[in-house]
């Protein structure tokens, strides 16, 4: 398998190097160049041409979001992933409109930035779950043109995984037809409930019959 060959930018060298640390941990991910700020993140990508962009918001030179939009302008096939503190709905809708493919908050769980990495690789957005399930569900409407009451706020593997639960599918069971680990499955779940505040596979199986996930019991 080709890896996911990926530039970090962060202006503070021991956020980078526990960054790269974790990257180095997860299975087919590179990383092939550093950066300590915009001018510089946008000098290794044209260099080395990654296939993803870890980087921060708020940087010297340019920040996270002006890099994504020139990245977005002149490497459209490069993918963006914003690194932040702030959980705000403006920093979010300004990456999102910047191009980027993911807005992924600091003090996430470990375990995030490999769901991250997955989304991105797969084209698809990812968000952290502690982002208002609004914001979320408000860009997937505009993106897809539908009313803001109509999208729902999960992942495209998010929503295969409730429908999955809601089928009665074990941990396992999902973990081996959708080709994961136990733990990426036990993470997308805890992400979904907390996305959807549902605690409990009731609450989970009435909100897929409202997606229409599965059908309705006789």
Known sequence: MTPLRVVLADDHALVRAGIRSLLERIPGVEVVGEAHDGLDALALIGAHQPDLVLIDIAMAGLNGLEVAAC????WPEVRVIILSMHANEEYVA???RAGAVG???KDSATAELDLALEAASRGETYLSPAISRTVISGYLARRSGTGAGTASPLTPRQREVLTLVASGKSTKEIAHMLKLSVKTVETHRAQLMERLNIHDVAGL????LHLGLIPPVD
């Open 71 to 74: 990245v977005a302008r002149d």
């Open 94 to 96: 300004q990456a999102l």
């Open 103 to 105: 807005y992924l908050l």
């Open 205 to 208: 199986v009435k909100y897929a």
